[in-house]
Nanobody, 120 residues
Framework: QVQLVESGGGLVQAGGSLRLSCAASGSIRSINVMGWYRQAPGKQRELVATITSGGSTNYADSVKGRFTISRDNAKNTVYLQMNSLKPEDTAVYYC??????????????WGQGTQVTVSS
């Protein structure tokens, strides 16, 4: 009964910015970890950034200093602020979350993905 809804993808020129959001809804007691992955055509899906319930963050080396992951006060929404975008950032971006429901079960959820295209 948990759904992750992503938004904010689109087309942007190199050097531009986008902000992705991912809202989790449903039977949620807490969100342990939320993060973003991306997959370019013909390539492996890779970690972009994660943020834990305690606020600890982790970034792929390729996005450090350019991307910032954050969350809202309710801890059910995660954002990815992407600055200084490069064509290499072009990919489908997937929201990921480990969520504890009210039965204290933990599940790994994925969004459907949002396309980010960075032109030269």
């Amino acid at each position: 009964q948990v759904q992750l809804v992503e938004s904010g993808g689109g087309l942007v020129q190199a050097g531009g910015s986008l902000r992705l959001s991912c809202a989790a809804s449903g039977s949620i007691r807490s969100i342990n970890v939320m993060g973003w992955y991306r997959q370019a055509p013909g390539k492996q899906r890779e970690l972009v950034a994660t943020i834990t319930s305690g606020g600890s963050t982790n970034y792929a080396d390729s996005v450090k200093g350019r991307f910032t992951i954050s969350r809202d006060n309710a801890k059910n929404t995660v954002y990815l602020q992407m600055n200084s975008l490069k064509p290499e950032d072009t990919a489908v971006y997937y929201c990921n979350a480990y969520i504890t429901n009210w039965a204290f079960s933990v599940y790994d959820y994925w969004g459907q993905g949002t396309q980010v295209t960075v032109s030269s």
